[in-house]
Each structure stands twice: as C-alpha cells, then as structure tokens.
C-alpha cells in the first residue's frame, strides 16, 4: 500500500510503480513521498501528518517485520503476553531461532497498520485512484 501511495502522489501508473518500487528500500520510499508531496504542493499540514506516521511507523516495524516474515507458533508459556515467532533464521549449529514478542506491541503494530491504510486510502482517492 505504501508503495501506491507513493506511486499514486508522483501521479504515475500504478503497474509501472510496481515495476520500479519492488525493492525500495523503505527508508528511501519515504524520503522519496516527502520529496514528491512537496513537488505535487502538498500542504505543510499533509507532510506533518505523513511524517507523524513515519515516526510511529519505526516505532512499530520490529512487530510488524515479525508478524509479516515469521510464522506465529503460539503464546508464550511463561507469560501469557507474549507471542512466539518462529522466523527462518539460525540461533547457532543445529538450533533455530524463536523470537517473543508482546502482545502490546502487536496491537500497537495493528493499530498503525489500520491508520496508515486509511491515510494512504485518502491520499490516493484524492489522487483519483
């Protein structure tokens, strides 16, 4: 979604974003939506609400990393508040890695996740897409 979005503000078609953005960096892609934004007179308003974003947004992305590339084994046996990742990475020969994390700060990831879906929502609707 972010990645339309951006696509959407420098008012291209949405298949050559695709194309072109595939493996942006996500630091570059919002270092490029600042710079697009304001080239497209976006309001100081707008730029202060996408950078809100971007700061929860680093705020979050451990979570949200865990939740996108590694599969959720169950909770945590110990506390109850915590959830168990098993992410394909090795813990040393022989071992693989297993990863808790709170549920705090899955709701935290959801709960930017949705905000941001809504912003890049509005943004694009306002671009025509």
Known sequence: QFRAMLTAVEDRDLDAGALDYDRLKISQAWNKLYKSLK???????????VKNHEKNYWRVVDA???I???????????????????PFESDGPGQMAVIRQPLEAIEQSTKWARAFAALADRIMRSRGY
Do not use: K
């Not at 080239?39 to 609400?49: F, K, T």
């Not at 996108?68 to 098993?86: E, I, K, N, P, T």
């Open 39 to 49: 080239a497209q007179g976006a309001v100081d308003s707008v730029v202060e609400i």
């Open 64 to 66: 949200r990393n865990m």
């Open 68 to 86: 996108a590339h590694a599969s959720c084994v169950g909770v945590w046996r110990q506390d109850h508040d915590y959830l168990v990742f098993a």
